[in-house]
């Protein structure tokens, strides 16, 4: 009887241990070509002179690889659940903040380890890419902490990092941080203090310039050199789809984003057609050492295309850029506009 009963359980076991085999060797071998193929892109890129900016997400996902093999560096019960998540206070683009949900980690772990999970991660990534952008910037210095179980992102605190430790670490491992810093949200003057300090470029969105009748940093009038100033990120609506929202039904609300429109479309002298080259060309003819567009921006399109919508979860990242949707006027144009305002590499 013990030999029957053992036996099925046996080979359960081995018929789990398969499937599962199959799966990883899946995974692995994807990830493989992946490395593959980048590796040839990157190599064909570096030949015509052209930099690769990749983005690294100041977070990673509950059920991720690294969190599974890494829970010690983690902020989780014996069960592995998470004690506390991510997330980001209430801002411009949510009124309760934006629960994200990631588990956060323990910063007193990472230093004791010389922060060897955050090294490996961004050795990886440099073999990939030219520069890094560093998401969520504002998370190095100190983070939104929100207990698990939360529905929204309101109820939190700031919790402190160990900024200039975990950078000094990097930069005496690397050597020079080719990084970028998104240093979007509530910026401190701690936040400017930390960025100049590791000599990172900062962040400026053209869609954040005109809300403030004030004025703004966003200005391309206002920007300094070492700046990357973007017409929207991929959390924005494109460029056309902004200035052709609906004004919102609060009427204290309509008259805020009808100023706005105003205040951007003046800055750009007045033009509706093709407004989406105006605000390339602003950005192109800024002091900014780097500009960057998304491609609907560029193609002109409206807010069908948006990539990514904050504090949403259904219907985000779906965008894909068409086989032959980038024709040869957008290529001529923007070239015209780079050597106008000498943005094309000397030989």
Known sequence: MGVATARPQEECHTSDSIELRIRIGFHRFTQFILDEQWTALREYC?????LLVGDIPIYVAYDSADVWANRNLFHLDAQGQRVCVAGVPPDYFS???QLRGNPLYRWAAL??????????????????????????????RHYWEVPAGARTAQHGRY?????????????????????????????????HQLRTRLGL???RILQFAFDDPKGSDYLPHRFVRDTVVYSGTHDNDTIVGWLSQKAPRDKAAAVRHRATRSR???????????????????????IADTA??????????????RMNTP????GNWRWRLASGSLREKEAIRMRSLCETYERIPRA
């Open 95 to 97: 009124k309760t903040g």
């Open 292 to 305: 960057i567009f998304p491609m609907q921006d560029i193609l002109g399109l409206g807010a069908d295309a």
């Open 46 to 50: 570096r030949h015509r002179g052209i």
């Open 201 to 203: 470029p900062g962040m």
């Open 264 to 286: 951007a479309l003046d800055y750009v002298g007045g033009a509706t057609k093709d407004v989406h080259w105006e605000f390339i060309r602003l950005a192109l003819g800024s």
């Open 111 to 140: 230093k004791k380890s010389q922060f060897d999970w955050w090294k490996g991660r961004m050795r990886v990534n440099l073999r990939r890419f030219d520069a890094l952008r560093l998401d969520h910037f504002i998370g190095f």
């Open 311 to 314: 504090a949403t979860v259904a």
């Open 159 to 191: 919790v402190r990092v160990p900024a200039e430790v975990f950078f000094d670490s990097l930069r005496n491992h690397f050597g020079t941080l080719p990084f970028l810093a998104e240093d979007l949200g509530v910026v401190t003057h701690e936040i």
